[in-house]
């Protein structure tokens, strides 16, 4: 390692142990000049990442968006089997959220273990709040028989097509919700690191990379519930 | 190169407050009749909303370069996506790929004043050719 190098970096810790806990320093891996260029390329690598959940999700949507100009009569009817409620309800919590995740990074850029903390765990909660209205959500469904597949029971005028809408509404609902849950386990994640004094406003990366994940599935539910919830109310 | 931007606290939640406005607004509108029109702007609003997650929450408006180009792509394939797919889609004549009984009725997207010009049923394909060209291959050889 030339000299010239390890200077440059007068806090890199080379093996990556966590003895300097609370420690302004972070690990700067050798193929990086620095700590900003090393933020740059987790950046750029989290939202190509997410350019493919863009791809992934816009798969299905463009799919469902064929399907609702062919049948547009019968998927605004089926689309009043959806609690408008609870749709708006969610919208609102994951909207929060996005608030406290920010909240978070910027906890994490300004203030002690503590309030980082604290963002992070309301983030938490408002995540599993929005899960606990999809499964009472789910349930319903279920006790009306609108499930595709598993003894659906609506026999109503255009029943194929309805069915065809409640496929959709599971297939892009249920991996939104696999979203949250994988961003749920990456919260808690964050809450021990925090917890350990891993995060600084010298080193954040985590907190602002999974920050990006969380809105972006905000972002998705954007879209999920004025396509799903609004299309028959009028 | 990215920089560290710590963004004010009121701006965040300005946006927060704006996001939610528009949800209402959203809401209140999918409420009206507005016939094909509910659609558009239901779309258009989300649209806002996340474009003002994107720049804001996802610190977009402070992103580098490369980002922004990141995100270019994802647009541009997206509306490659929707734009293809929904081009074939509506100006098929016949959405074939569907059981007959659930064929909605097509939008009609012929010419008025060419119809007279296009042939009602596809000529039948001309029958294959029989001995006379073997025999020709033949004695080209």
Known sequence: ?234 | MSQHVVVPVALYQRIFVTLIVLTVVTVAVALVDLGEWNAVVALSIASLKASLVALYFMGLRWGDRMTRVAVLVALAGVALLFGASLNDDLTRESKTYLPAELRPEMLDFSVQGLDGLTPEVAPPPAPPPAAAPDTAHGAAH
């Open chain 1, 1 to 234: 390692m030339p000299d010239s190098h390890a200077a440059s970096v007068p806090h890199a810790h080379h093996h990556g142990h966590d003895s300097h806990a609370g420690h302004a320093g972070h690990a700067v891996a050798h193929q990086f000049d620095d700590a900003e260029q090393q933020f740059g390329a987790a950046t750029l690598g989290m939202w190509i990442f997410l350019l493919t959940e863009v791809m992934f999700f816009g798969a299905i949507l463009a799919a469902y968006a064929i399907y609702f100009v062919t049948y547009v009569d019968p998927f605004e009817d089926a689309s009043n089997h959806l609690s408008l409620a609870l749709g708006a309800l969610n919208t609102v919590i994951l909207l929060t959220s996005s608030l406290t995740m920010a909240r978070a990074v910027h906890a994490a850029q300004t203030a002690d273990a503590r309030t980082q903390v604290r963002w992070l765990v309301r983030t938490l909660a408002l995540g599993a709040a929005f899960l606990v209205i999809k499964a009472f959500e789910y349930g319903s469904k279920f006790e009306e028989g609108l499930v595709p597949g598993i003894g659906f029971r609506y026999d109503g005028p255009g029943a194929a097509q309805h069915e065809l809408f409640l496929s959709f509404y599971f297939a892009l609902t249920g991996l939104h919700a696999l979203h949250m849950i994988i961003g749920i386990g990456v919260l808690l994640v964050l809450v021990w690191m925090a917890r350990r004094g891993r995060f600084s406003a010298a080193y954040f990366t985590p907190v602002e990379m999974s920050g990006l994940y969380w809105h972006f599935v905000d972002l998705v539910w954007i879209f999920l519930f004025p396509m799903l919830y609004l299309l028959g109310r009028h």
